[in-house]
């Protein structure tokens, strides 16, 4: 299925990968100590969280964060890159290419297009 649809299949993930692949992020966030969360858009491959990096969105862990709201607060941002990441491939501006994502012809860097927050 994967390989049918490939360069044509982007993923939300609540991490900066590739970090914290899988489930539990904020809680493995916490756990590590972590100054900074967020969420990542990426092509999907048969690897798991593993495709190329269109976008990230970096927050600021805070002090008394607990992962219900480290969730909460990343959330939010997944719902401000998702839609731009799926207006750029709409557009014709995204693609996949051999070495990884590319935005208006250009290689993005490993860790997509950041956006600081």
């Keep these: 299925f994967v390989r049918h649809y490939q360069g044509r299949l982007l993923n939300i993930h609540p991490s900066l990968l ?3 692949k899988g489930l539990h992020t904020h809680k493995r966030v916490l756990e590590a100590g972590d100054a900074e969360h967020g969420c ?3 092509f999907v491959t048969e690897e798991l969280d ?3 990096l269109v976008v990230q969105a970096v927050i600021s862990v805070q002090l008394h964060d ?3 709201a480290l ?3 990343v959330h939010v941002q997944e719902h401000r890159i998702y ?3 799926i207006r750029w491939f709409a557009e014709g501006r995204l693609s996949l290419g051999e070495h990884g994502a ?4 250009q290689l993005l860097p490993a860790s997509g297009h950041l ?3």
């Excluded at 590319?102 to 012809?105: E, I, M």
């Design 66 to 68: 607990t992962p219900a």
């Design 115 to 117: 956006i600081r927050h």
């Design 50 to 52: 593993g495709g190329p």
């Design 18 to 20: 590739p970090r914290y």
């Design 83 to 85: 839609p731009l990441a």
């Design 40 to 42: 990542s858009v990426h």
């Design 102 to 105: 590319l935005l208006d012809s």
């Design 71 to 73: 969730a909460q607060r």
